[in-house]
């Protein structure tokens, strides 16, 4: 079972330059997030999605951009990296939304921008 | 601006011993869950704790939720290297966002 996928597992950028982190579940999940990683702050919401076509703004959106035209895939965009979004990403999937059920991560993508 | 400050950071004990680790907020949540997160991997659901005094245990970790619904408490009995990681809570209300904790990293030393 493949459960969350993510790609790339590392990724350098350069200040400016764009890139997408791709995301893909196959485990017929309607809700799907992003979330970034740092030390001493635990999981930060970026954007997250209710379904297909739906998608919303979490705790700290501002470089990034995200779409959901399938139930399966959710790519993030960096849009002009910048030093300060050096971070872990994670794209995680669940069957309902709150804390109610289990949230399934994939196994990270580590970026760095230089 | 809900908060859920764990602790301690960082624990690092010998095989065998107990532990017990803590997960504080303010606010009221409407459910718990606590995650255990390996280097190089994505966190995996432990436990949901939903009801005020809750007690679930899973082999030798005790997890319980406060009567108040606003901390929650993580107990391991004779710790493991194979429980080495990063344990993080998270506090759920009626929207979709959780609400993480920072995590306390732990090393079980053989």
């Known amino acids: 079972n493949a459960g969350v996928t993510q790609t790339p597992k590392f990724q350098v950028l350069k200040t400016g330059q764009s890139m997408t982190l791709q995301c893909a579940q196959d485990m017929n999940h309607e809700y799907m997030s992003w979330y970034r990683q740092d030390p001493g702050m635990g999981l930060r919401l970026i954007h997250y999605?209710?379904?297909?076509?739906?998608?919303d703004q979490g705790e700290v959106p501002n470089g990034y951009n995200v779409s959901r035209s399938t139930t399966e895939d959710f790519p993030l965009r960096l849009l002009s990296a910048a030093p300060s979004q050096t971070s872990v990403y994670f794209c995680?999937?669940?069957?309902?939304?709150?804390?109610?059920?289990?949230?399934?991560f994939g196994e990270g993508s580590w970026l760095t921008v230089v | 601006t809900q908060l859920l400050e764990q602790s301690p950071q960082f624990l690092s004990i010998q095989e065998g011993e107990n532990l017990t680790v803590y997960c504080n907020s303010s606010?009221?949540?409407?459910?718990l869950q606590w995650y255990r997160q390996e280097p190089g991997e994505g966190p995996v659901l432990l436990v949901t704790?939903?009801?005020g005094g809750e007690v679930k245990k899973l082999k030798r970790l005790t997890f319980q939720f406060g009567d108040a619904r606003k901390d929650s408490s993580l107990h391991i009995t004779a710790a493991q290297p194979g429980d080495t990681g990063l344990y993080l809570c998270?506090?759920?209300?009626?929207?979709?966002?959780?609400?993480w904790g920072a995590g306390t990293k732990l090393i079980i030393k053989p």
């Open positions: 995680a999937s669940s069957r309902q939304g709150g804390s109610l059920g289990t949230i399934y």
């Open positions: 704790v939903v009801t």
């Open positions: 999605s209710v379904g297909a076509g739906i998608t």
């Open positions: 998270a506090g759920g209300d009626s929207n979709y966002q959780l609400i």
């Open positions: 606010s009221v949540f409407s459910s």
